[in-house]
């Protein structure tokens, strides 16, 4: 029988562009979605979409089926959020604070496609540096946090996974190289946000167990940064996202650290008071969604 998840695979298969981040997106394992994709392939006696076209292209079955998921879903998932308005209330309040400045560059749109599904709930950016965000969270000054986990006295839900690259001018000395090692860094000038170092992946990771010495400049948007490296005036560490577009069109170019790559996980913490409102549930999955569609080189967190 064709179910509702059948719908969502094939909608998340879309948006998300292959099999590897469609089954992130889902929470499932790949073999999982490959078997529940053979089993409706089987009751349908063909295949849904071409296993080698980038992006995906979905075949006249999998096109009409995914025409009926187009037209069911957005009812489901609006009946969904109608429900929860009626047993929680439709109106609150998300106060959300940045940990990572280059979140900016996908959250304005995930705010955008929230307010649609919750016009009744103000959701607002809390402004400035904050050193401690953990601490507008206790003292009710916050409602959300994009960053790092802050342990148990907070819900914590899982968005991505990304890379930090490190970036440079075209001529810089290291640009030859394939990848960087630590002692590659010494003597540099690493231009960084205004945060303190243990908010610095690179540094507390990689330079500082090595011991390795290096200048520090600071500036407050990623324009700035990059035009900093671009004029060769030091070099940066940025998320894959943030520098895919300079680096397309040879503004600056992008190397990775050490062997397997610097990672970071990006989190969503609440208040323990919050994690089962309806609408920061949803908040939650938009940002997912959104960037699993939109943010080359991540990899969904489950």
Same mark, same amino acid.
């Given at each position: 029988?064709?179910?509702?998840?059948?719908?969502?695979?094939?909608?998340?298969? @879309?948006?998300?562009?292959?099999?590897?981040?469609?089954?992130?997106?889902?929470?499932?394992?790949?073999?999982?979605?490959?078997?529940?994709?053979?089993?409706?392939?089987?009751? *349908?006696?063909?295949?849904? +979409?071409?296993?080698?076209?980038?992006?995906?292209?979905?075949?006249?079955?999998? /096109?009409?089926?995914?025409?009926?998921?187009?037209?069911?879903?957005?009812?489901?998932?609006?009946?969904?959020?109608?429900? /929860?308005? =009626?047993?929680?209330?439709?109106?609150?309040?998300?106060?959300?604070?940045? %940990? $990572?400045?280059? $979140? &900016?560059?996908?959250?304005?749109?995930?705010?955008?496609?929230?307010?649609?599904?919750?016009?009744?709930?103000?959701?607002? =950016?809390?402004?400035? +540096?904050?050193?401690?965000?953990?601490?507008?969270?206790?003292?009710?000054?916050?409602?959300?946090?994009?960053?790092?986990? *802050?342990?148990?006295?907070?819900?914590?839900?899982? #968005? +991505? @996974? &990304?890379?930090? #690259?490190?970036?440079?001018?075209?001529?810089? @000395?290291?640009?030859?190289?394939?990848?960087?090692?630590?002692?590659?860094?010494?003597?540099?000038?690493?231009?960084?946000?205004?945060?303190? %170092?243990?908010?610095?992946?690179?540094?507390?990771?990689?330079?500082?167990?090595?011991?390795?010495? +290096?200048?520090?400049?600071?500036?407050?948007?990623?324009?700035?940064?990059?035009?900093?490296?671009?004029?060769?005036?030091?070099?940066?560490?940025?998320?894959?996202?943030?520098?895919?577009? *300079?680096?397309?069109?040879?503004?600056?170019?992008?190397?990775?650290?050490?062997?397997?790559?610097?990672?970071?996980?990006?989190?969503?913490?609440?208040? %323990?008071?919050?994690?089962?409102? /309806?609408?920061?549930?949803?908040?939650?999955?938009?940002?997912?969604?959104?960037?699993?569609?939109?943010?080359?080189?991540?990899?969904?967190?489950?």
């Amino acid at each position: 029988m064709l179910e509702i998840r059948h719908l969502r695979t094939l909608s998340a298969l @879309r948006s998300a562009g292959s099999l590897v981040r469609a089954a992130q997106l889902l929470n499932l394992t790949q073999s999982a979605l490959s078997h529940q994709i053979k089993l409706l392939e089987d009751r *349908y006696g063909g295949p849904l +979409f071409e296993r080698k076209s980038v992006p995906i292209g979905f075949t006249a079955t999998g /096109a009409r089926l995914l025409k009926l998921a187009d037209l069911l879903l957005p009812e489901i998932e609006a009946a969904e959020r109608e429900v /929860a308005r =009626l047993t929680q209330g439709d109106t609150g309040q998300l106060r959300v604070v940045l %940990e $990572c400045h280059t $979140c &900016f560059d996908w959250l304005m749109p995930v705010m955008d496609e929230f307010r649609k599904r919750w016009p009744e709930v103000e959701i607002d =950016l809390v402004s400035g +540096f904050h050193s401690e965000p953990a601490e507008l969270l206790r003292s009710g000054a916050a409602d959300l946090v994009i960053g790092s986990p *802050y342990g148990p006295d907070f819900a914590t839900f899982p #968005l +991505f @996974r &990304f890379e930090i #690259l490190v970036v440079m001018a075209q001529k810089h @000395r290291l640009a030859a190289q394939r990848r960087l090692q630590a002692a590659d860094f010494e003597g540099e000038t690493l231009i960084t946000y205004p945060v303190p %170092e243990s908010r610095i992946d690179l540094i507390r990771e990689v330079l500082q167990p090595a011991h390795i010495h +290096f200048e520090r400049r600071t500036a407050e948007l990623t324009v700035a940064v990059l035009q900093l490296v671009a004029s060769r005036r030091g070099i940066a560490a940025l998320p894959n996202w943030a520098i895919k577009n *300079y680096v397309d069109y040879d503004y600056v170019i992008a190397k990775p650290i050490g062997e397997q790559g610097l990672w970071s996980d990006l989190f969503v913490s609440v208040p %323990e008071a919050q994690k089962h409102k /309806a609408y920061v549930l949803d908040f939650v999955n938009v940002i997912r969604e959104q960037c699993a569609s939109t943010l080359d080189g991540i990899k969904l967190l489950s």
